[in-house]
């Protein structure tokens, strides 16, 4: 069996101490690398890291924010590969702040790259959002503009190595930010669950589908691209419902639970979209993502399991959403409730 891309490498995880991060660092440690860096500001969840690994001697933990181009630069010397995890990701606390927003999603992606060039890391993976696209708050927009700083710079890096490119997610269920743990927390404490509005499509993907994307896409990465999971798409309604009766039931709750909705917070759209109208039609087609090629020089790349040049990508529908049922199943499978 051949070895991993990641065996005996050295490996930076840019936001480690994040959601993802735990999860793409518990799947790292598998491929048996030489080192891996988690890099962030958080030193209380870098502190649980070291006391769930410390049985593990290949692990350094890293106190920084990206945007301090030095520390960055000081994280990333003699690195193989870059996971780019990091971001102000509250899209309400994006819009009170937008230019903290800025600093940290642009600016900081930005100093990242910097880095990259300098110290020639292999490759750097940055993580973005279905919100990048035509975007409506300034979330999005960061997101939007770091996705072009990226494809950008592999066109623009002269005789530089480094290959760059980028992931497009959905929500992620169950990770830090995401509704499902205030859901539970609100139907433990409260009598009733607030949600912005019942009639919301979100593309979700779970953490092990995230996880996967990250690793597959960093596999094939010519350069430049952006790789989009192909995501079933939900009703904000039912996720509230099945998660009031897995929790009444798992709880043993008798009293009722409301659901109170407080309208769409600014910033907000009622449904999210995977890619342009433009991209679509360069995007390519496998059997589990659409990749969308770099606006210069990937015209002619081929991928495995490629089944298509162009997809008719329809804006979502509520007859695109997956039934209730479904989504019951799929949250009780990966134990997420």
Request: proline fraction near 4%.
């Amino acid at each position: 069996m051949d070895k991993s891309i990641y065996f005996e490498k050295k490996i930076l995880i840019i936001g480690g101490s994040g959601t993802i991060g735990n999860y793409l660092l518990e799947e790292l440690l598998k491929h048996e690398p030489k080192v891996i860096r988690v890099f962030s500001r958080d030193e209380f969840k870098q502190f649980e890291l070291q006391q769930k690994y410390n049985n593990y001697k290949n692990i350094r933990y890293l106190i920084g924010d990206i945007r301090d181009e030095q520390r960055v630069t000081r994280a990333m010397e003699d690195i193989d590969y870059v996971f780019h995890l990091a971001a102000m990701k509250h899209v309400p606390s994006c819009e009170y702040n937008p230019f903290e927003a800025v600093k940290t999603n642009v600016i900081g992606t930005q100093n990242i790259i910097q880095a990259a060039l300098q110290t020639g890391v292999k490759k750097v993976l940055f993580t973005s959002s279905d919100k990048a696209i035509s975007p409506t708050n300034t979330y999005g927009a960061t997101k939007l503009t770091a996705e072009r700083l990226i494809a950008a710079t592999q066109f623009q890096k002269g005789p530089k190595q480094t290959i760059f490119l980028a992931v497009r997610f959905g929500n992620v269920m169950g990770s830090r930010g995401s509704v499902i743990p205030l859901f539970k927390e609100q139907i433990l404490k409260e009598s009733f669950v607030t949600i912005t509005d019942e009639n919301m499509l979100r593309y979700m993907m779970t953490p092990n589908q995230a996880i996967s994307l990250l690793l597959r896409a960093n596999e094939l990465a010519k350069g430049g691209e952006v790789f989009v999971l192909k995501m079933p798409i939900i009703k904000l309604k039912d996720l509230v419902e099945i998660i009031i009766e897995e929790m009444k039931t798992r709880f043993l709750i008798s009293k009722s639970i409301d659901i109170k909705k407080i309208g769409i917070r600014p910033g907000e759209k009622l449904y999210e979209e995977l890619m342009t109208e433009d991209e679509a039609r360069i995007a390519i087609e496998t059997n589990s993502m659409y990749i969308i090629p770099p606006a210069f020089g990937g015209e002619f790349r081929n991928y495995p399991e490629q089944l298509s040049k162009g997809v008719k990508l329809p804006k979502p529908t509520k007859d695109m959403v997956i039934s209730k049922n479904i989504l019951r199943q799929w949250m009780l499978n990966e134990d997420l409730i």
